[in-house]
């Protein structure tokens, strides 16, 4: 698989934000689409820098390493009039404000983009694309600053609802390089001419976010999937042939109330109708045969590739990983399914001892995705960490100082934390740093940075951050 498969947070406002990411990631997703809303990481939050260091570190825990910013909440900006103000408003001051906020947000998360559409149309139609062109270039002023990407979402009845409208508008800006599409293949179903594996053709490279949901023609009424006229496997096929590396998010807003079974019925709709890719059928012969990994993980990187899975802001892959990393992953998560404790334990002792770095990294990364690990793949685990952290490679210490680190004894943790500001992985890879950082670990640093400064060597900026932020 090329893409990510995640889940919308607007199908779960029922929910609390932690437990609708903690049911999205057992499910099996691997990313989400995150609408902030009132109770969802309120961008108006008093302690938001706070919330947001939260819910980065939930998400690496979790193992959603794929995100986007949805902008679509209804009553945050005006409790009277849903989705108001919008970029056509006579004053869409707080509408830009917001877009600002949301990609603050982005860019603290590492999200691939903030979603956003133009907004319903009350005024003269040249009026309204006016200010829907001044709009967006005062948001695109934010995102370049930020250096964080902006997808516009052609809507059914706003003033933007046809792809080709939002390729118009990007044109008319001068073709910003921070500006691309966000398409939900419903809509396609329901207003495009063309259905939603040729949208997706024509999207082509500027596509960075992607809605599923199914529609019938005609009607702008997001049903799961099978319940209208979408093509699933023909949409994910042009996904995957046009190379398509983000998110693949459901988007059923309407069913908070069923959230758990619509996703889970959502997640089986769409591994049915998934390209038979090789990591599909590496997953089946793994349960077919457990023993078969052995085989299999050497081979990870030359049938899916290695390259990051942020490149524009993780080119090295030390904090969210790379694709074989992913692809790793997801197989000792098939792995632990079959295994018991035991078996497992000694599998992933194997599968270190005898693999190269990228091998080896990959199992420190499944280790953080082990939400609830037994006794002996802590014990073992640990022992895997520790042998980790007395390496040299980068990508292998970060992976190292991962969601697992949490079995970690506190002297132990602390000098993986140095070793990671010594050989130049940044302390985002570190999960639960904002909880676990100490006074000791502080010194630590304090110590480190002093001696840095005496041999006239700069000091790491994420390293000061968080010595000043112990004053």
């Known amino acids: 698989m090329t893409f990510s498969l995640g889940y919308g947070t607007n ?128 948001v695109l002023e934010h995102a370049a600053r930020l250096n964080v990407r902006l997808a516009m979402e052609p809507e059914p009845g706003h003033r933007v609802q046809h792809l080709s409208q939002v390729l118009d508008l990007r044109k008319e800006l001068g073709e910003p390089e921070l500006f691309g599409v966000t398409l939900d293949v419903g809509h396609c179903v329901a207003v495009e001419p063309v259905n939603a594996a040729e949208c997706v053709r024509l999207a082509g490279p500027l596509l960075w976010n992607v809605q599923l949901d199914d529609m019938l023609p005609r009607v702008h009424e997001h049903l799961e999937f099978g319940d209208g006229h979408l093509d699933l496997p023909g949409t994910l096929a042009a996904l995957a042939e046009i190379g398509y590396t983000g998110l693949a998010a459901v988007e059923l807003p309407r069913h908070s109330h069923a959230a758990p079974d619509t996703a889970r019925r959502a997640f089986e709709a769409l591994t049915a109708a998934m390209p038979q890719t090789w990591s599909a059928k590496a997953e089946r012969r793994i349960r077919e045969k457990p023993s078969v990994i052995g085989a299999l993980f050497p081979a990870v990187g030359r049938e899916v590739g290695r390259e990051a899975l942020r490149p524009e802001t993780d080119p090295q892959g030390l904090v969210h990983g790379t694709v074989d990393d992913r692809a790793r ?143």
Not at 22 to 49: E, K, N, Q, R
Not at 62 to 72: A, D
Not at 429 to 449: G, P, Q, S
């Open 329 to 471: 992953i997801r197989l000792v998560t098939v792995l632990a399914d079959v295994l018991d404790d035991a078996a497992l334990a000694t599998e992933l002792r194997d599968l270190y001892r005898f693999g190269d770095d990228a091998e080896r990294r990959g199992v420190l990364r499944a280790l953080a995705s082990l939400e609830s690990p037994g006794a002996e793949v802590t014990d073992a685990g640990i022992k895997l960490v520790e042998d980790a952290l007395r390496a040299n490679d980068i990508r292998l210490v970060a992976a190292a100082m991962g969601a697992f680190a949490r079995f970690l004894d506190d002297h132990t943790w602390r000098h993986g934390v140095l070793k990671c500001v010594f050989v130049g992985v940044p302390l985002a890879a570190v999960a639960d740093l904002e909880t676990r950082a100490d006074d000791e670990l502080k010194r630590m640093l304090a110590d480190f940075a002093d001696e840095r400064r005496a041999a006239g060597r700069d000091v790491p900026a994420d390293a000061l951050a968080l010595l000043k932020e112990g004053h």
């Open 11 to 138: 199908g779960f406002s029922n929910h609390r934000l932690d437990e609708a990411l903690a049911v999205i990631a057992d499910l099996g997703y691997t990313g989400v689409a995150l609408t902030l809303d009132h109770d969802h990481l309120d961008p108006f939050a008093d302690d938001l820098a706070r919330r947001v260091d939260h819910v980065a570190s939930r998400l690496s825990a979790l193992g959603l390493n794929r995100v986007v910013i949805e902008t679509g909440a209804r009553y945050l900006l005006d409790p009277w009039r849903k989705h108001s103000p919008t970029l056509l408003s006579d004053d869409p001051a707080l509408r830009i404000d917001f877009l600002a906020r949301a990609l603050q947000i982005a860019g603290d998360l590492g999200a691939d983009c903030v979603s956003f559409w133009s907004g319903v149309s009350t005024v003269d139609t040249d009026l309204a694309w006016s200010r829907l062109r001044e709009g967006v270039a005062a």
